[in-house]
């Protein structure tokens, strides 16, 4: 079974957003057996939360109904998931100092985004209920090329 952990800030917008995308599209593909997902955050601001209502929104409104609880990101999650794929290059960084040195699944989300490689999924919690879309849209297409990309050709 291959494992994948989405990791944002605070774990109730970005992360569990890629999450429930992630369970659907998997679902879909009928790899739910076989791919398993969780999201964390870096920071413990929200740890016990659901997730932002503008995260389930965005999500409803793409048909994925998704229920998370909120926790943090800690060093044993190396050892749990084969991929870790942070948001932001705020929490890749912090992901760095909280995974071994010789974890070699860490990559951001972006890194599979053709439309803006490496570059930083924006954190929409300050901003207006249209960013929630924008990152519902980079989601979307990362997720696809990390599955085909990393997953899909992946030895079990």
């Given at each position: 079974?291959?494992?994948?952990?989405?990791?944002?800030?605070?774990?109730?917008?970005?992360?569990?957003?890629?999450?429930?995308?992630?369970?659907?599209?998997?679902?879909?593909?009928?790899l739910e057996?076989?791919?398993?997902?969780?999201?964390?955050?870096?920071?413990?601001?929200?740890?016990?939360?659901?997730?932002?209502?503008?995260?389930?929104?965005?999500?409803?409104?793409?048909?994925?109904?998704?229920?998370?609880?909120?926790?943090?990101a800690i060093?044993?999650?190396?050892?749990?998931?084969?991929?870790?794929?942070?948001?932001?290059?705020?929490?890749?960084?912090?992901?760095?100092?909280?995974?071994?040195?010789?974890?070699?699944?860490?990559?951001?989300?972006?890194?599979?985004?053709?439309?803006?490689?490496?570059?930083?999924?924006?954190?929409?919690?300050?901003?207006?209920?249209?960013?929630?879309?924008?990152v519902f849209?980079?989601?979307?297409?990362?997720?696809?090329?990390?599955?085909?990309?990393?997953?899909?050709?992946?030895?079990?």
């Amino acid at each position: 079974m291959k494992k994948v952990l989405f990791v944002c800030l605070g774990n109730i917008c970005r992360s569990p957003m890629a999450e429930g995308i992630f369970k659907q599209k998997t679902r879909e593909m009928g790899l739910e057996d076989i791919i398993e997902s969780d999201s964390a955050g870096t920071a413990a601001y929200h740890i016990g939360e659901n997730p932002d209502p503008r995260t389930l929104d965005a999500l409803k409104k793409h048909g994925i109904s998704f229920n998370h609880t909120a926790r943090r990101a800690i060093k044993k999650d190396a050892d749990r998931f084969d991929f870790i794929l942070a948001m932001d290059s705020q929490n890749y960084r912090e992901l760095q100092s909280i995974l071994p040195s010789d974890f070699k699944g860490l990559f951001k989300m972006r890194d599979f985004d053709q439309e803006g490689p490496g570059t930083d999924v924006p954190d929409p919690y300050y901003g207006a209920d249209d960013g929630f879309e924008n990152v519902f849209e980079i989601l979307d297409r990362s997720i696809d090329e990390f599955i085909t990309k990393e997953l899909l050709r992946s030895p079990s």
